[in-house]
């Protein structure tokens, strides 16, 4: 068994860091864009179930491993298969990525991009993001500051922290808003 | 919401309280059962609280960011009914938010010195505690919204109650350590400023340079170490950490360090010093725990374990190879 402090180590400095890469494939291979987050999320659950019992060595194959055998039981559980699609994930493999390149950020482009990140937030949430990093405020110091509740700041950090992350690991850093909106999710197959 | 979102959302508020003041264990028990219960709670906490970590630095445009982020549009963009009051906050705030200390009401003055050899323990009346390490001198003062330290020799070991709205705020030197967390300690040899963060957050400002922030947020684990205008932060191992607080258990422990430095340390302690007569002794590597009063002890093990040969004229000690 791998201690937690390991593993969680493990999976900051190794597996987010692969954060875009892994998106990029999920989106390359998946062409429902709803479920990016939910499957994004299973590999990284999938992820730290198995290194559990041992820490992998190539954490990059390890990784896009996991991500393409959830793609192909995905499809095999949709109603409407398409076969090509899975034939398809059967034959990716493991091939060369485009973006391996990229690691962790260097800790003086870490500014830089959280910087360009709150820059990409939406104006209110930007302020209480602002007010929060880089003030050090407390939510209520926060709420008093712009005179709106506590609630209404602590649901703006939330959202503002989940984009600003998003984008730190090389996301766009959109705002994940609430689905009420998509009435429209289709049942259709990648 | 989808599940992954909504785990997400959780993660996000449960990271968004462990900020904030009143932060208990038994809330930390809670934590750690919710991210039990589930791989996919790990995955989501631990990705959020690195990158919300990574963007830590954004604390360093604090004094000027007015320039690092433009809030003309926010504030042409502000649909929220107080947002009249919000700018002249702003307004103010940018002048004059973070350097008012001599506008501090003080409330409360005390002065605490120690001699060499002996240590203090300050209890201050919020509960906070301040460990005074020998021959050290600090000032403090308290007013509604701050708590303030003047470390002016010397090196002392913080653990602070957290107090919402009040700031914990330590000058050492040219230095200012803004408290966002709970244990760490300083230490101020002349200009050379070393802070230690054993648990929680600090931010380390310096206050030379008015306008131009140099600032930096340092959390458990970490070592600041300051000369004039440059900083140098490290990650330390949790042994280096218990290393450098070891002294208030009246201990000094050393790992591989050269006797030149031990030398040093044992001599911020005794009235009796240590003196090293050639370089190569001085290069010795030495570690174990030794305790900082009985430099006697240590001396006896110089001459015994590494054969030196030692030269005790009562005020000093002198060794050589």
């Known amino acids: 068994m791998v201690d937690e402090d390991r593993l969680k180590e493990w999976f900051c400095r190794e597996v987010l860091p692969l954060e875009r890469s892994l998106t990029h494939f999920i989106r390359r291979n998946w062409r429902m864009r709803d479920d990016l987050i939910d499957i994004r999320q299973d590999v990284y659950r999938q992820a730290i179930s198995a290194a559990q019992r041992e820490l992998p060595n190539q954490t990059r194959a390890y990784l896009f491993a996991i991500a393409r055998n959830n793609l192909i039981n995905r499809a095999k559980r949709a109603k409407i298969v398409s076969f090509d699609l899975v034939a398809d994930l059967e034959h990716l493999g493991l091939a060369p990525d485009l973006y391996e390149t990229e690691r962790g950020l260097e800790a003086r482009d870490e500014l830089r991009q959280a910087m360009a990140g709150i820059e990409a937030l939406p104006p209110r949430c930007r302020e209480v993001i602002r007010l929060r990093k880089v003030e050090g405020y407390s939510t209520r110091d926060v709420a008093e500051q712009l005179g709106v509740s506590t609630d209404t700041v602590e649901k703006q950090t939330t959202l503002g922290m989940r984009a600003l992350v998003d984008f730190m690991l090389g996301g766009s850093g959109k705002i994940q808003r609430p689905l009420f909106a998509r009435k429209f999710r289709k049942e259709i197959t990648p | ?321």
């Open chain 2, 1 to 321: 919401m989808s599940k992954a979102s909504n785990i997400e959302t959780c993660a996000a508020d449960w990271l968004l309280r462990t900020e904030e003041a009143g932060w208990s264990e038994t809330d930390q028990a809670q934590l750690n059962s919710w991210l039990s219960e589930s791989d996919a709670h790990k995955a989501a906490y631990w990705r959020l609280e690195a990158g919300w970590r990574s963007a830590d630095r954004l604390a360093a445009l604090r004094s000027d960011h007015d320039t690092a982020i433009p809030q003309s549009r926010q504030r042409l963009s502000w649909a929220w009914p107080i947002a009249a009051s919000v700018i002249v906050i702003f307004g103010i705030g940018s002048f004059s938010w973070w350097n008012s200390v001599p506008a501090l009401q003080q409330v409360e003055k005390m002065h605490v010195a120690t001699n060499i050899g002996k240590r203090k323990l300050v209890q201050l009346e919020d509960g906070s505690k301040i460990d005074l390490n020998t021959n050290s001198s600090i000032r403090t003062a308290t007013s509604e919204e701050k708590r303030v330290v003047w470390l002016d020799s010397g090196e002392a070991y913080f653990d602070i109650a957290k107090r919402s709205g009040q700031k914990f705020i330590v000058y050492a030197g040219t230095k200012t350590i803004t408290v966002l967390g709970t244990k760490f300690s300083v230490r101020r040899d002349g200009e050379k400023v070393s802070v230690v963060v054993e648990e929680g957050r600090v931010r380390v400002d310096d206050t030379t340079v008015s306008g131009s922030a140099r600032s930096a947020v340092i959390e458990g684990g970490d070592v600041a170490v300051s000369r004039g205008l440059s900083t140098l932060i490290t990650t330390a191992s949790p042994e280096k950490i218990d290393d450098a607080l070891a002294w208030r258990e009246g201990m000094l422990n050393f790992d591989q360090r050269s006797l030149a430095e031990v030398a040093q340390e044992f001599n911020r302690y005794n009235q009796k010093k240590l003196v090293i007569g050639d370089a190569d002794a001085a290069a010795i590597q030495i570690g174990g725990s030794f305790k900082a009063s009985n430099v006697d002890a240590f001396v006896r093990l110089l001459r015994d374990a590494y054969r030196l040969n030692v030269d005790d004229s009562g005020a000093s000690v002198t060794i050589s190879s």
